[in-house]
């Protein structure tokens, strides 16, 4: 009998989609809100087809620039210890929002200050490590990150305004044409 290589390392699940999302996870501000704007997408695989089963988590900047977030605004059930939801009066500066069955998302937000993008980290099957990206509201010149890549490259990371305060933001986790995969940030450890 021969002997077999080694295989790689294996993921595990998909289990984000039961584990880690919480209620309200996508509504940074409450419906209704005046100043709400709505960042929406699909998560995409290399073969084009929707990622029913990621996870997105967003952080950003609140109306005025200030990245300190209100930490511990998540409240609990009393009896259970279960996430009850959002505490809907601070802003946090942090979502975590699963696909739908689709690969569809939502996030209901404000306007960053201070940077014109909110920082994306996606986890997914298929990914051993998850990834990092930005979600540009706006094209702004001077940005070192957008002004170092090629346009084609450059406009996988803005969010395309569809009507006053609604913006789409898809992401491709591969795909055969660079210009169409999104771009992902690497973050050295060291």
Known sequence: MTALPPTPSQ???????YALPFPGGGDLVP???????????????GAGAPV??????????????GLAGAPGTLRRDPVTGAVAGRDPVRFTGFGRVPTDADGHWTLRTLRPGGAPYLAVCVHARGLLHHLYTRAYLAAEP???????????????????????GVHRFDI?????????????LDFPTT
């Open 11 to 17: 993921t595990v699940g998909p289990f984000y989609g």
């Open 31 to 45: 419906p209704g809100h005046p100043d709400a704007i709505l960042l929406h997408g699909h998560v995409y695989d």
């Open 52 to 65: 029913p089963d990621a996870l997105l988590e967003f952080w950003q900047a609140d109306p005025a620039g």
């Open 142 to 164: 001077g940005d070192p990150l957008l002004d170092s890549l090629d346009p084609a490259r450059r406009a996988t990371l803005i969010a395309g305004e569809e009507s006053p």
């Open 172 to 184: 491709r986790l591969q795909s055969a044409d660079p210009a169409e995969e999104t771009v992902f």
